[in-house]
């Protein structure tokens, strides 16, 4: 009942200072009473002091109109303050971007606008393209394109008859926006072998699902981009385990690379996939909302601490993966994935691979709506295994392999999914 009188007179004195200040006061006034009173991350900075700071910050970036001072020139202000917490589970997102979010929790989050689904980046020493990502179902992945190939050509012209990496992305831009097929060249693998695909632009749904893919020596590769499609990824990443069963798969790996994580659930409904009955514990600072994520007998649920169901999703078929298992993670696989892979580690039932994690592997974020129509994303809850013990803050893999993404884009050598091919018994030739 205190801390409840506590919330209701900070949130009198919010009310009251939007009566009177200059909306960017507003604003970080909102924002700085959710820190101040929500946050259970890992910062150990004093938060009041924090804000005294940072009012000063707000005051002087509006000392020339300080009844009329807008929203954006508080923005700037918040996104600095919350950086210095360096928790990145704490984060500002403006109105498109939580939007967007918002889109892609809902699993349909439609491009609005021609794509053909990768992202590249410059190779140091010439305009090639270096693929670092392609949408499951776009244009790209069905015309094959892979991870680590080594874009070298439009339309049969060389992409260093380019002027600047700049002007690579212009053009390539503007080709898929005309709507009509064009050609790529690449080069993939150790041989460098050419190849050529012809596709075409579209609208697609920027959402991500699981994705399975089998390859000739009998190994089955899962990747999971996110956790961001509420309640559909984890059935997915069952469904996907059973048919790499059903196929006679001789091991999995489980690609988690870049992941930056998502729905709690969705991740604990995927440990299910690996290992038998997991359980996440979620209590706030004040030990007062304690929430159990558990998955049993085919059914995830959320009770609160006295057992009452908060939440239940049945999984139809569920599958329990018994082969072997290699994990890959890297410097960006964070939070929900980092929740997958600790649980897989602990339990012992693959190796990890990689590079370690990003390190919000035990906390859960809750976004508090802004009077700008913005939202602010703050640690709000600690996680803890059934047997009491924290989930660890990172991961750190069994085999040490850094994403070396000059090797990738020079030799076509993916080094830690070479590396995991070889814990599951594939010589390399």
């Known amino acids: 009942m205190q801390r409840l009188k506590q919330w209701l007179a900070g949130l009198v004195l919010v009310l009251g200072t939007l ?12 924002a700085s009473f959710y820190l101040e009173f ?23 970036a509006c000392a020339q109109e300080p009844e009329t001072c807008p929203y954006d020139k508080a923005v700037p202000v918040i996104q600095q303050m919350i950086r210095e917490l360096g928790d990145g589970h ?26 053909i689904g990768i992202s590249y980046q410059p190779i140091e020493g010439s305009r090639d393209q270096l693929i670092t990502d392609v949408v499951e179902g776009s244009p790209a992945d069905e015309a094959g394109i892979l991870y680590g190939d080594r874009l070298i050509a439009l339309n049969d012209r060389p992409l260093n008859d380019l002027s600047s990496p700049e002007e690579v992305q212009r053009t390539l831009s503007a080709t898929v926006q005309t709507g009509q097929p064009f050609k790529l060249t690449l080069l993939r693998g150790p041989k460098r072998e050419q190849l050529e695909v012809t596709l075409r632009g579209r609208e697609i749904n920027l959402a991500r699902l699981p994705s399975l893919k089998l390859r000739p020596d009998g190994i089955a590769v899962l990747k999971i981009p996110d956790f961001l499609a509420n309640n559909r990824v984890g059935p997915r990443v069952h ?22 994580g ?67 993670v890297n410097s960006r696989s964070a939070s929900a994935s980092e929740y997958l892979a600790s649980a897989l580690k602990l339990n012992k039932v693959g190796v990890v691979i ?14 508090y709506r802004l009077i700008n129509g913005g939202g602010l994303n703050i640690s709000q809850n600690r996680a803890f295994l059934e047997n009491g013990n924290s989930y660890p803050e990172v991961v750190r893999p069994d085999i040490g392999v850094n994403d070396d993404l000059k090797v990738l884009a020079e030799q076509g050598r993916d080094l830690p999914f070479e590396r995991a091919l070889e814990a599951l018994g594939i010589k390399q030739p």
């Open 19 to 30: 009566s009177w200040a200059s909306p960017a006061q507003d604003l970080f006034d909102q």
């Open 38 to 60: 929500y946050y259970f991350g890992p910062s150990t900075l004093d938060l009041k002091a924090l804000t005294v700071k940072y009012q000063a910050s707000l005051s002087s």
């Open 90 to 115: 704490t984060y500002y997102q403006g109105p498109e971007a939580l939007a967007a979010a918002r889109q892609q929790r809902s699993g349909n989050a439609p491009s609005r606008g021609l794509r």
């Open 239 to 260: 469904e996907l385990v059973r048919q790499a069963q059903e196929a006679g798969a001789r091991g999995l790996i489980l690609e988690l690379r870049n992941n930056g």
């Open 262 to 328: 998502g729905s709690a659930l969705d991740a604990l409904i995927a440990m299910a996939a690996f290992i038998p009955n997991p359980y996440v514990l979620f209590t706030d600072r004040y030990n007062q909302e304690r929430t159990v994520m558990s998955f049993r007998e085919g059914k995830a649920t959320i009770t609160d601490d006295k057992g009452t169901v908060l939440f239940s999703l049945p999984v139809e078929r569920p599958a329990l993966w018994k082969g072997p298992l290699a994990i890959l």
């Open 354 to 367: 990689g590079e370690t994690t990003a390190g919000v592997g035990n906390t859960t974020t809750r976004t």
